[in-house]
């Protein structure tokens, strides 16, 4: 197994999120299943936990894609914790943003595909993506709060693991610094993920989206949204895309997938 030197991580965590516990896993089918069945069978007393895998068999993307990864080749993990925001809206787009200013304070090389993908800005093509689920607490203590399992996948090394497919193409983190391995990369970013987390169920998203707008990689492209398409004009308060139509309405698009080729 790396070097993922837990004792050193869960000191740096555990004062963002007391009661933390840090799991490292050989191998697992999906960190957020792993998690979402501990809460079905186990209740709320294990959270909040990190939970990071080596390798996955049956890791999910959105829309029911597979995300394959092979040793070492990508960063894979799931935090779970009870969390109890005023407005859930835009929270996938608040967790890209932490984890990009983690890995790239300047802004230069990481950026923000609406609605939960990291891209490496320079190439135009995908370094990861973010799956965020929910289910109720057994004994909730306030009234709107539920467990959410955030998981994250990074890509470490440049090539596509075996099995893999991505349209937009594939690259690692190695693009941003060689030196990166997977222990590296959490080391900065789940920090950053857990300082932001604590300020989004105050705040929600609208203090983020002139961070979100600078990183944005789809603002002034044209795009196709499920049945929509026009030219990408941000996002709003809510996290919802903002699409300039060929008639000169705008449209917010709620959810669904982002094409960037021709439409």
């Not at 914790?81 to 200013?101: I, M, N, Q, R, T």
């Not at 609406?114 to 965020?132: A, V």
């Not at 705040?203 to 030219?231: I, N």
């Not at 941000?234 to 449209?251: F, M, V």
Request: charged share 15%; aromatic share 6%.
């Amino acid at each position: 197994m790396l070097n993922w030197d837990a004792e050193t991580l869960w000191l740096a965590l555990e004062p963002l999120a007391p009661g933390l516990s840090i799991e490292v896993l050989p191998q697992c089918g999906s960190t957020n299943t792993v998690l979402l069945e501990r809460a079905r069978t186990a209740g709320d007393a294990a959270y909040p936990c990190l939970l990071v895998t080596e390798q996955q068999t049956a890791g999910r993307g959105r829309l029911g894609r597979q995300w394959w990864s092979e040793p070492g080749g990508a960063l894979m993990f799931s935090l779970s914790l009870p969390y109890a925001p005023a407005d859930w809206s835009g929270l996938s787009l608040a967790v890209g943003l932490a984890v990009a200013e983690a890995l790239d304070e300047a802004g230069t090389l990481i950026g923000l595909k609406w609605p939960n993908d990291l891209w490496l800005r320079h190439e135009d093509r995908k370094l990861g993506g973010i799956l965020i689920e929910t289910t109720a607490l057994v004994a909730p203590a306030t009234p709107n709060a539920r467990l959410a399992v955030i998981g994250i996948g990074l890509n470490i090394a440049p090539q596509a693991p075996a099995g893999g497919s991505y349209n937009t193409g594939y690259a690692g983190l190695q693009a941003v610094d060689p030196r990166w391995d997977a222990p590296t990369v959490l080391a900065r970013v789940a920090p950053a993920l857990l300082r932001l987390l604590n300020r989004f169920e105050s705040t929600g998203l609208a203090p983020l989206t002139p961070a979100f707008a600078a990183r944005d990689v789809l603002a002034g492209r044209e795009v196709r949204a499920g049945a929509e398409q026009g030219r990408a004009a941000g996002i709003d308060a809510s996290g919802n895309l903002l699409l300039q139509t060929a008639a000169g309405d705008l449209q917010a698009v709620f959810s669904g997938e982002v094409s960037v080729r021709p439409c």
